[in-house]
């Protein structure tokens, strides 16, 4: 009798502590420089970089020194980033004048700049194939663009809204979400579109692929589908809030990180397709980029005509508390940012 009390002790102590891990909490709310107006963010050499069509600038959040420390200015209207970690360079899509900006992240200057055909919005780097894909939600399109060549060498015509993509290295194609068609495209190395998923859900845009397990997770309207990454059955069906188009996987913590346009972001557990936890911000904000070294989440935002960053971790990450006593004061204001304008 006593093994078995003891037994069941530790199950509750275990599902206790499973439970722990996947809350959220806010480490801190951060006040950035000008008023809110933020496209996208993500991780590139170890800092947080935004583009803020407003301003025409990209802005680099340091997560230890919690403050800008680099912004490019004198671009127009960046919006999607994608990151080379191999080479430490970065590609932003310039909306205002149909170009795509490659970045050096070392010392965060602009080395050239790529012009396309079509409004660039959202972009993609595949490390496996060395193609950069460019997105024109205005023009409908999807570009190949060959960085060898520095120039756009194909175009497909898409007749949809295109938004989030991805590369599925198993079955070598690109996955594409097409809005208004409810649909997830496949397309090959020949730039063909050779299959199509039907969502049974409105308005697909965010995707995230789980490559163990053969999931592909998609955002759609108030849910995140789980869907069967070769057949595209629907596994589950998870209820989000309106809004939610953001997906982050988290494959070692068997976390899925989803961001809602009023702020909130959920921490959804891969293995009961549930959402474990979900954490309303203080913020306004969509974008969100995750951290895996250190298990760090930011989300850029606004909040009273004032521009924040909100860092979120899972609780108990010892990583994440080191990172903490580095850093300077939870409530800080940024100053002397460095500048750094485009070469022209």
């Known amino acids: 009798m006593r093994n078995i009390k003891f037994s069941l002790l530790v199950m509750l102590l275990s599902c206790s502590m499973f439970g722990l891990a996947a809350k959220l909490r806010q480490v801190a709310l951060i006040d950035l420089p000008g008023s809110p107006g933020f496209s996208q963010v993500t991780m590139a050499n170890g800092q947080v970089v935004i583009t803020r069509p407003g301003t025409n600038t990209i802005e680099v959040f340091s997560p230890i020194k919690r403050r800008i420390v680099a912004r490019i200015s004198q671009i127009s209207d960046p919006r999607g980033i994608t990151v080379d970690n191999d080479s430490g360079t970065m590609y932003v899509a310039l909306a205002g004048n149909n170009s795509i900006a490659v970045v050096d992240t070392r010392n965060w200057s602009v080395e050239k700049v790529i ?153 959804i557990d891969l293995n009961r397709n549930v959402v474990d936890h979900e954490l309303p911000t203080d913020v306004k904000g969509y974008s969100i980029a995750y951290d895996p070294a250190h298990k760090m989440i930011f989300l850029p935002g606004g909040r009273e005509g004032r521009s924040k960053m909100v860092i979120l971790s899972p609780s108990g990450v010892t990583e994440t508390n080191r990172l ?17 304008a485009m070469k022209k």
Do not use: C, F
Request: charged share 20%.
């Open 115 to 267: 012009p396309v055909q079509h409004r660039p919005e959202k972009l993609l780097w595949v490390p496996q194939t060395k193609t950069l894909y460019a997105t024109s939600v205005l023009d409908r399109t999807l570009s190949v663009i060959d960085l060898r060549l520095s120039a756009e060498t194909h175009v497909l015509e898409l007749n949809a809204l295109p938004q989030d993509m991805l590369y599925d290295g198993a079955r070598q194609v690109l996955l594409l979400t097409l809005q208004d068609l409810g649909q997830i495209a496949s397309i090959d190395h020949s730039n063909k579109i050779i299959g199509r998923y039907k969502v049974v859900a409105s308005e697909p845009t965010g995707l995230a692929l789980d490559e163990q397990r053969r999931r592909l997770y998609v955002a759609v309207r108030y849910a995140v589908l789980a869907l069967n990454a070769d057949t595209g059955a629907e596994l589950a069906r998870i209820p989000a809030p309106g809004g939610t188009d953001a997906l982050v996987l988290d494959p070692g913590g068997n976390l899925l990180y989803a961001a809602a346009g009023d702020g909130s972001v959920l921490a």
């Open 324 to 340: 903490q006593n580095a850093a300077s004061p939870i409530e800080a204001t940024p100053q002397g940012a460095a500048q750094t």
